[in-house]
């Protein structure tokens, strides 16, 4: 059974920091990018950042140099770091799968196949 389960989000203030994991079984891991995506209430759902095998990463501009992802392939795991949080950083936060094996870089939806069901990130004084 396939299963990504994101954990770590909460209540926080503004200038706060949270780290997020997603924990990630019954699938190739280790092969494949994983990716973080937000959805604001209302709002589509937009890419924040990327891991692939090789450790290469990408951000969305919104959250570059704030936010950082990495990995733990002996653990199947994948952390999102989130520094100096801002009132628009609330979202629900999923992390997902790459669809292809060995891929470099992917920002859209339809380019993983695998979710898990978010962690809630609200960011308020």
């Known amino acids: 059974q396939v299963q990504l389960v994101e954990s770590g989000g909460g209540l926080v203030q503004p200038g706060g920091s949270l780290r997020l994991s997603c924990a990630a079984s019954g699938l190739s891991f280790s092969s494949y990018a994983m990716g973080w995506f937000r959805q604001a209430d209302g709002k589509e759902r937009e890419f924040v950042a990327l891991i692939n095998w090789s450790g290469g990463t990408a951000y969305a501009d919104s959250v570059k140099g704030r936010f950082t992802i990495s990995r733990d392939n002996a653990e199947n795991t994948v952390f999102l770091q989130m520094n100096s949080l801002k009132l628009e950083d609330t979202a629900v936060y999923s992390c997902?799968?790459?669809?292809?094996?060995?891929?470099?870089?992917?920002?859209?939806?339809?380019?993983?196949?695998?979710w898990g069901q978010g962690t809630r990130v609200t960011v308020s004084s």
């Open positions: 997902a799968r790459a669809r292809g094996v060995y891929t470099i870089a992917a920002t859209r939806t339809y380019e993983y196949d695998y």
